[in-house]
């Protein structure tokens, strides 16, 4: 199964009933293993969670630290890119060429990266750190 594949699996259970606006993420970790998350709204908006923070969520507490792929599917006209937020949260855990692949339910796709995704990211570099 593709990392596509996965993300429109777990889309399915995505809980979404102020937006209907479901969306799945998947990664595969340096590790090989995949992780998955979908998005999970609140009536407290924006206490809700994005796809791609569920599975980094999912990765961490798996043990692993670092993304070498990830896709995000929606059922929208055109590929969703991750939020900035999620953008943000993608770099910390990959590297800028870690590749991204967003879809649609309809099968359209797009390719990137992470670096291109978001370019000049804030880093620990930034803090003085590594």
């Known amino acids: 199964m593709t990392l596509v594949d996965e993300a429109r699996r777990v889309r399915e259970n995505a809980y979404a009933p102020y937006s209907r606006f479901k969306v799945g993420a998947a990664l595969r970790d340096r590790a090989g293993r995949i ?31 670092e993304i070498a792929e990830i896709a995000v599917i929606a059922d929208s006209p055109a590929p969703v890119p991750p939020c900035g937020g999620c953008r943000q949260k993608l770099a910390e855990f990959a590297r800028p060429e870690a590749r991204v692949t967003l879809a649609t339910v309809a099968g359209e796709r797009l390719e990137t990266t992470v670096g291109d995704l978001l370019p000049g990211r804030f880093s620990a570099a930034h803090m003085g750190g590594a």
Do not use: K, L, S
């Open 35 to 65: 992780h998955v998350g979908c998005n999970v709204e609140n009536v407290a908006y924006p206490e809700g969670t994005c796809a791609e923070a569920g599975a980094i969520a999912a990765m961490v507490a798996a043990g692993q630290t």
